[in-house]
């Protein structure tokens, strides 16, 4: 069972101290608790980190890749892993900020990252984590980059929406209780219009857990919205 943990965390780009300035202090228990799942994930004694969020297309990543936080506001490029001239700017914001909360840890361990569509079906985000476990090559952990709906008040970026806390509710309830099924049962249409980016990686994830089997236990240790914008931090580990 190469599949040996999960974490999900959310991908906001204020979530970087440099870009968020003078109001980073805001989101000081955000990285605490994105600190402390990526820490979770490195003690299962994986062999390698695998970086799942969304993009605008499903693709895999080299090693060398880098995104950067240039969109944001600071001059600075994020690695994936190794640095060589092989590499390219071309991680979306997810996989981005994944890999800055990876480097982050300290970790020396190989990093692969892959992009699922934002639009992906159900079915094909199944699959695509059944894709990941079938070619994983050894203990293999997985860290989940994705937002919940942003629709969390009139000065949210998708303003106000009444359907969006029990949206978000329902995702805090299946990624606490490892709930697959759940997840996979998330709406694509009704993600879309709440602004949920996380909805294709999570359904990604649960594939990826139905196939590699087993009993898998939830913690969800940060459920907020900040900003107007749901941001869950959860680990998944087997039992």
């Known amino acids: 069972m190469p599949l040996v943990a999960a974490a999900v ?17 805001e989101l000081d228990d955000l990285r605490a608790a994105a600190d402390a799942a990526v820490a979770r994930l490195l003690a299962a004694d994986p062999e390698v980190i695998l970086l799942l969020g969304a993009g605008p297309e499903t693709e895999r ?12 506001g600071l001059d600075r490029d994020v690695r994936l892993w190794k640095v060589n001239c092989a590499g390219a700017d ?23 990252a892959r992009a699922v569509a934002a639009d992906a079906a159900p079915a094909g985000c199944a699959a695509l984590g059944a894709e990941l476990v079938a070619e994983a090559d050894g203990r293999v952990a997985l860290l989940v980059l994705g937002d919940g709906s942003a629709c969390r008040g009139v000065k ?12 978000d509710e329902g995702v805090a309830a299946a990624l606490a209780g490892a709930d ?45 919205a900040p900003y107007g914008v749901a941001y869950f931090v959860a680990n998944w580990e087997r039992v």
């Open 9 to 25: 965390c959310p991908h906001p780009p204020l979530i970087v101290p440099e870009v968020a300035g003078a109001a980073a202090p």
């Open 61 to 72: 990543f080299g090693a060398a890749d880098h995104g950067s936080l240039r969109p944001f």
């Open 90 to 112: 071309v991680l979306p914001l997810s996989l981005t900020i994944g890999a800055w909360l990876v480097n982050r840890s300290g970790t020396e361990l190989p990093r692969l």
């Open 156 to 167: 949210a970026p998708g303003y106000d929406d009444p359907r969006a806390p029990a949206y």
């Open 180 to 224: 697959a099924e759940a997840l996979l049962g998330l709406d694509p249409a009704l993600s879309a219009e709440l602004k949920a980016a996380g909805r294709a990686p999570w359904q990604v994830l649960a594939g990826a857990a139905r196939a590699a089997g087993g009993d898998w236990r939830g913690d969800v240790s940060y459920h907020r």
